[in-house]
């Protein structure tokens, strides 16, 4: 997939004929690392090719400036959060159990990739030839999501709601307070971020039916 | 207050010496009209000044251009919602009435500013003297929402949270379905989404106490 920010006139540089997927990686790799040293609005190209050993030359085979490596960090980040959440999802636990691995997955990558993660939230915004950057992210997460809210809502774990905005809504709130929490690291923990979210998640969308509620828990 | 975008070099230009509230409040209405018709990427600074009767002179004596006018907007855009959430939440029904009351405000003023709300939501990242655009305007909001909530925990009308965390959480989530919704329209009404969002947030973050639940509503 080869998703490019739109601008006019788009520059007229040479690509590789022949790209080598490590070379790319290790750029992204010098970059991700250097934007959680220093963050993303003051990284320059030629520092990214330093820390990659490569040259400036080869950087342009790969991407055609700044604003087309931080769409493909993005995109990059997303897969890898994407891919972390599948892997909570799947295993064999209960609902609850399963969305609080997500949301244990969800706040280490935020905690890891910080700078990262506050810019993604302020420039993620921009348009690209697939739409909207975060629109596209919102709705890779949503599609890891949706599949673990449907089987609530069928097995009665979880209270019938459109699934899509359910989603949406459980990811739009995750990385407000996330964004939140980064800007007022000396007021919250991650503990308490945790707990939060997950009173929040667990109350709010995945109710147990009243009635089992005002039992003991059932023996599984 | 003044808060300007932070660029560098600022544009150095003669400013009204005693401005006229007037004449800005023209100018302002002027480009929210505009703004509602076409969007703010299209606006262009002349068409603002005609549409308001005044010269482009006059416009960069109040503004010092289109950065400007868009920081000036958002501000009074959120004092507008402020001020609409105000009303709603001074009412004098249970908490969950005034929420309702507030989010219809919201949904309100979220369709009759379909463009300006998504400028917003992709813009309003934007560094000024105060900080991040958005991050103020949430505080803004959350400063209006939080006695609400607050009142709500200590009548037991709902669980104990961190209020602040809490307020954050209804506004993200708030805003992140509002979004999704107005690029979805097709699939999703207002009523449905107002629906959606009062679940959310009255079984989610106003849970009636549990006991209170299982027998009859008490009378009022």
Redo the contacts between chains.
């Keep these: 997939m080869d998703i490019k920010p739109i601008r006019t006139p788009p520059r007229k540089r040479k690509r590789a004929r022949n790209p080598n997927p490590e070379v790319r990686q290790r750029l992204l790799d010098a970059a991700g690392g250097l934007i959680r040293e220093e963050g993303f609005p003051k990284l320059r190209v030629e520092e990214v090719a330093e820390r990659a050993g490569l040259s400036v030359g080869t950087f342009y085979l790969y991407f055609e400036g700044k604003q087309d490596l931080f769409a493909n960090l993005l995109i990059e980040h997303t897969k890898e959060l994407r891919d972390a959440l599948h892997r909570a999802y799947r295993t064999s636990g209960t609902v609850a159990e399963r969305l609080s691995s997500g949301l244990d997955a969800f706040l280490d990558f935020v905690w890891e990739n910080q700078k990262g993660f506050l810019y993604f939230?302020?420039?993620g915004?921009v348009q690209t030839t697939i739409g909207?950057l975060s629109?596209w992210a919102?709705q890779i997460l949503s599609q890891e999501l949706k599949p673990l809210l449907v089987e609530a809502m069928e097995s009665n774990e979880m209270?019938r709601?459109?699934a899509e905005?359910s989603a949406?809504?459980i990811?739009?709130?995750f990385?407000?307070?996330a964004g939140?929490w980064l800007?007022n690291k000396d007021r919250?923990s991650r503990e308490?971020?945790k707990r939060?979210l997950t009173?929040?998640s667990s109350?709010?969308?995945v109710?147990r039916p009243?009635e089992s509620?005002?039992h003991p828990p059932r023996e599984r």
Tied chains: 1, 2.
């Design positions: 939230r302020d420039a915004t909207r629109t919102f209270r709601e459109d905005l949406q809504a990811l739009g709130q990385f407000h307070i939140y800007e919250y308490e971020i939060f009173r929040l109350v709010g969308l109710p009243l509620r005002t």
